[in-house]
């Protein structure tokens, strides 16, 4: 008799289940699928945020070079003042994003008005190939220009995906 008991139980328990009552599937679907969904927003917010602050350090590292550039056509002195003026120049072109805690604009100028340098090299290689200096790179004034920001993404593991800290070099020869 506990067997019929039980058969009919799961019978009965069978036609509940499908009977077609869908309340609260919604629910727990949702349930189910915002963590995820959560999780995506808060990658592609912080790859917006990394691609921001990146462009901004490009652009005010280049626009300082641009300034360096355009001094030195129109015949001013370089020396250190020249530096930090293209320094001043990389600060105010970077909105804000290179004046915060550990960040950091190293301008380095390579000769002067009275000195020409030769043998710009980065990363074992010459900036500028041509003659004619014994390492192949021509006798001249070269500007350096370091940009370097600290990066916190919202989500720490985002950190191993972009890196914590942004940098942008730019070298540009004056005369």
């Known amino acids: 008799m506990s067997h019929h008991f039980f058969s009919r139980l799961q019978q009965a328990m069978r036609r509940r289940l499908f009977r077609g009552n869908s309340r609260g599937i919604a629910a727990v679907e949702f349930a189910l699928i915002t963590p995820i969904l959560v999780v995506l927003l808060v990658i592609i917010v912080d790859a917006g945020l990394f691609v921001y602050q990146r462009t901004v350090i490009i652009g005010a590292v280049s626009a300082g070079a641009q300034f360096a550039v355009l001094a030195a056509q129109q015949g001013t002195t370089i020396d250190t003042a020249f530096s930090t003026n293209a320094r001043s120049a990389t600060l105010t072109q970077s909105q804000g994003q290179l004046t ?13 008005s009275s000195t020409n340098v030769c043998c710009i090299t980065t990363s074992g290689r010459t900036t500028w190939p041509t003659p004619p200096c014994s390492d192949g790179s021509p006798p001249g004034i070269y500007i350096t220009i370091v940009g370097s920001a600290p990066f916190t993404p919202l989500l720490s593991a985002d950190t191993y995906l972009v890196g914590s800290v942004m940098n942008s070099t730019l070298i540009e020869r004056l005369e």
């Not at 915060?100 to 002067?112: C, D, F, Q, R």
């Open 100 to 112: 915060a805690a550990g960040a950091s604009v190293t301008v380095t100028l390579h000769g002067t």
